[in-house]
């Protein structure tokens, strides 16, 4: 097959050169592998090392604070449509689409959402500004315009498509031991885990007293005493002091101070008078606590489903008070990012709150059978997953306050749940009942990943103990304890276990986005970590990815030829195109006429239509090569498209007509990498032998034109040279950025080419590069209207390799520009063992960086590491990537008051 002969071909070039490259790479830096190279002459000292070093531990702990800050301001600027979008109106929302035929556009539907929002504290800015990304997200395909169908399809979605992680990233339960200790009573009622330490609270039947266990001393703590049964417990670290706060069924409240120094044991009570009765005494008995950290509040739920609310320190109740029904409350949870608390009720109700307080709930949701135990949820998500008395599990959507589904698998009742905090994010959940079996779900695709269970010797389980921070769960029964220990089958260090074909930056977004094996994921930029994950995207391995002019879809081509366009957001297919019939080596969507550039393997060129909302068109097929086309390059400015690959020719096509303008012969052996030097008339090209050229196009002078003007050998240490497999562009600075196979990133000046190009013409000559004007839109109009059909040329002659490079395909200023005088090197730095792909932020000076050694890397011009992303966020401290959040808000608030301004004005008349 031809890609087995390109792989033969590229290796045989280079083993005689790895036992040099192994050496060259070993003696490179330490320090991640990054080390850089300045190409200057300069010699860097010992103390100048130590410097930097200090220089870059100051601006880890910047950019920490700096990432704290943004995610503060995302809070308070970006607020969430669906939990303040009232459900009960959607009928007349609907009626409000229904209306307007052809749908609403942004005013209108700013205008319709503003009449059924519960604004509450939210500035109207804010809240316009907000529907004004949601209108961009769900409008995906940028018609302006949005329907019935769209909206509601987008609200069901946002509780089950919001992000994922792959199986890859599954956290696996294997058993370790079990321990018993007799030193326990036989008979336990129930046991608390107590978050933060090693304790465990143990009621007795029968028994007045809560015994406080220590699970990894295996020892008896202490007991303590009360004057009725105990209801529940749990403990506050507020800083100051840690306690043990008790609810008993004689409706008292009682906090144990754990570190007293008045008495030996080191436990006292505080919360009791004078004469030993209770300072905190409730209405009713509390069944279940909930302490708030942020806002310093002691959360209680009674029998008759009145939520209280308590200042520990004054041993008072607040002001504020919850009931919307008399069902006692088994459970409270909070939910920061729904702004509120949670609560399950033994009739099956679940209530969501505002944890400020509220005459009436947020959302009310009906559907078990029987009580609910245990609440948990998923922020990533956005859902909801509530456990009953029974065995049933069920899945919420918070938004619509109705159940998306039931989990189905545990035939025993349940004991709890909750969700697995991965280092990537929460998206897989954790089930236990009290038989002792435990099931890990898939929250994505609400799929069972594993089941396991306790020892046969292991009775009824009481409760089991989530111990992230020690990598175990334990299942306590009366006397026995089993431990699972749990871990991750991905290797954290790395961006992606797979083979990450390519990396982007989304500006609209402001995330990155990567593709590797069959799957695509998406990165927050402000911190580095893994936010979503399209698992198994695409049925066959991803090789070319590219995002859209609104960057709101992205495309991917695949190794069977396939193109298919997805939803940004949630992965969504939304549409595909006409096939290759083999692999597609690479894609580039153009802008301005929103059309998709495909080259494949079949040695094809295609040009697809996107406009259409519904299918892909295929406008035009270009073929012209003997071989495997490898690489692509577009220039709408120059009208021109470019494709190499295995037969060395680059063929040069005028984009519009798709006739062919030209042959750039040269290269010998397998071109790897083309790209217009935009917007000068300039390709760039590389191919396996290490040459590096650059290309003259038209509208250059006439004797430039498909000629190599300039030639340089890339070159690794001394005389091995090194194959050039990526490269970019950045038209400010006018230098060009490559990535090769020795794991080199080099920055090179065009500066000194065109001013050397420039002065080397005769005087009758204009030499001179300009800059090409950006097309106009009758330009856009044209081509569109022309590009229908297929062309195809006579199979060029295989290239001769004693002709490579001769005088007659070289332009008048070849002998000039050889060498690296006139291309000169600016920066050097080590960056991967092999750079892949290389990705151009021409507005943030910066470069992403794919390797084969599974990692994305960022960097600045100069070379600076801005961050890595991994999938275990092992090196959390060094992202130091500055992202673009706040022009995105600045647009945004722009684009709000243009909304209100013409609201106001559609009111005035």
């Avoid at 956290?171 to 200790?181: A, S």
């Avoid at 080419?753 to 080397?760: E, G, I, P, V, Y």
């Avoid at 000169?824 to 730095?829: H, K, S, V, Y």
Wanted: glycine share 6%; with cysteine; hydrophobic share 40%.
């Amino acid at each position: 097959m031809a890609s087995m002969e390109q792989d033969s071909s590229m290796k045989k070039q280079t083993e005689n050169n790895l036992a040099t490259i192994r050496s060259y790479l070993s003696g490179l830096a330490q320090c991640g592998g990054h080390q850089k190279l300045v190409v200057k002459g300069e010699s860097t000292s010992t103390s100048s090392n130590r410097m930097q070093v200090q220089e870059r531990s100051r601006e880890r702990n910047t950019a920490i604070q700096r990432r704290e800050r943004m995610k503060e301001r995302k809070t308070q600027t970006m607020v969430d449509i669906m939990m303040i979008l009232d459900t009960s109106h959607l009928s007349d929302i609907r009626q409000e689409f229904m209306d307007e035929e052809d749908g609403l556009t942004l005013t209108a539907f700013v205008k319709v959402m503003l009449k059924y929002l519960s604004k509450n504290s939210v500035r109207e800015e804010q809240l316009v500004a907000a529907l004004c990304e949601l209108f961009a997200q769900v409008d995906v395909n940028g018609d302006a315009t949005m329907e019935w169908d769209e909206f509601y399809e987008y609200i069901h979605e946002q509780g089950m498509a919001e992000g994922a992680l792959e199986a890859s990233s599954v956290m696996r339960y294997n058993p370790t031991k079990v321990w018993e200790d007799r030193s326990l009573p036989k008979k336990v009622e129930s046991i608390t885990y107590y978050e933060s330490t090693d304790w465990i609270g143990i009621t007795i039947n029968n028994s007045l007293d809560l015994l406080i266990y220590d699970l990894f001393g295996k020892k008896h703590v202490h007991s303590l005493a009360h004057k009725a049964a105990v209801l529940a417990s749990t403990y506050i670290d507020n800083r100051v002091k840690k306690l043990i706060v008790v609810a008993a069924c004689d409706a008292s409240i009682t906090i144990w101070d754990t570190q007293s120094v008045w008495e030996a044991s080191g436990f006292a009570v505080i919360s009791n008078k004078p004469d030993g009765n209770p300072l905190m005494v409730a209405p009713d008995n509390q069944n279940s606590l909930y302490w708030d950290a942020d806002s310093s509040t002691l959360f209680t739920g009674s029998v008759n489903g009145l939520i209280l609310t308590w200042d520990i320190s004054t041993m008072e109740q607040k002001g504020i008070k919850m009931q919307a029904q008399k069902s006692a409350i088994r459970v409270i949870v909070d939910v920061p990012s729904l702004d509120g608390i949670l609560t399950g009720y033994l009739d099956g109700t679940m209530i969501l709150w505002e944890k400020g307080g509220g005459k009436k709930p947020k959302k009310v949701y009906k559907g078990h059978r029987n009580g609910i135990i245990a609440i948990a949820y998923t922020h990533e998500l956005k859902m909801i997953v509530s456990a009953g008395v029974s065995d049933e599990i069920l899945v919420w959507n918070p938004f619509v306050e109705k159940k998306l589904t039931e989990l189905h698998g545990h035939r025993a009742s349940m004991l709890g749940l909750h969700i697995v905090a991965l280092r990537t994010g929460t998206y897989q959940l954790l089930s236990a009942d009290k038989s002792g079996m435990f099931k890990v779900w898939d929250l994505r695709t609400l799929e069972c990943l594993q089941s396991f269970s306790c020892d046969s010797g292991l009775q009824e389980v009481k409760q089991y103990i989530n111990l992230p921070s020690k990598n175990l769960i334990i299942a306590a029964g009366s006397r026995k304890f089993q431990e699972f220990e749990f871990c991750f089958s991905h290797t954290p260090e790395l961006t992606d276990d797979e083979e990450i074909v390519c990396a982007l930056y989304n500006e609209v977004i402001d995330s990155f986005i990567t593709a590797a094996g069959c799957s695509v994921r998406i990165w927050d930029s402000s911190t580095g970590q893994l936010t979503k994950s399209f698992t198994e995207i695409s049925s066959y391995p991803i090789i070319s990815l590219c995002l859209d002019d609104r960057q709101r879809k992205f495309f991917i081509g695949d190794a069977r030829g396939n193109i298919t366009c997805h939803n940004y957001i949630n992965g969504v297919l939304m549409k595909s195109f006409e096939p290759h019939a083999d692999e597609v080596s690479q894609l580039i969507y153009c802008d301005l006429d929103k059309c998709l550039v495909s080259s494949s393997w079949d040695r094809l060129v295609c040009i697809h239509d996107d406009m259409d909302n519904d299918e892909g068109v295929l406008l035009r097929t270009m073929k012209g090569h003997s071989k495997d086309v490898t690489c692509l390059a577009n220039s709408f400015a120059l009208k021109l498209v470019a494709t190499s690959g295995a037969d060395g020719h680059i063929l040069v096509w005028h984009y519009g007509l798709g006739v062919l303008e030209g042959i750039c012969k040269g290269h010998s052996q397998d071109v790897t990498v083309l790209t217009f030097l935009e917007p000068y008339p300039l390709l760039f090209s590389a191919d396996i032998l290490g040459n590096v050229c650059l290309w003259g196009m038209p509208p250059a002078h006439v004797s430039l034109r498909f000629k190599c003007i300039c030639r340089i050998k890339n070159i690794l240490l001394q005389s091995v040279y090194s194959v050039v497999l990526c490269a970019a562009f950045f038209p400010e600075q006018r230098c060009v950025v490559t990535g090769d196979e020795g794991g080199e990133i080099k920055v090179r000046s065009l500066e000194v080419f065109l001013q050397t190009l420039k002065n080397f013409a005769k005087p009758d000559e204009n030499m001179e590069l300009q800059p090409v004007p950006e097309p106009q839109p009758t330009d856009i109009l044209e081509l569109r209207l022309r590009r229908r059909g297929t062309t195809s040329i006579p199979v060029p002659p295989p290239p001769n390799p004693r002709e490579s490079f001769n005088d007659s395909q070289r332009g008048p200023g070849a002998k000039l520009a050889d060498g690296d005088k006139v291309f000169p090197l600016l920066q050097q730095w080590h960056a991967h063992d092999c750079v892949r792909f290389i990705s151009a932020l021409r507005r943030k000076q910066e470069i992403i960086s794919v390797g084969f050694d599974h990692l994305v890397r960022v960097w600045s011009l100069d070379g600076k590491l801005l961050g890595t992303l991994r999938q275990g966020n092992t090196i959390f401290e060094e992202w130091l990537f500055k992202p673009g959040y706040e022009e995105k808000i600045a647009a945004l608030k722009q684009e709000a008051a243009s909304v209100m301004e013409k609201i106001k004005v559609s009111e005035d008349d």
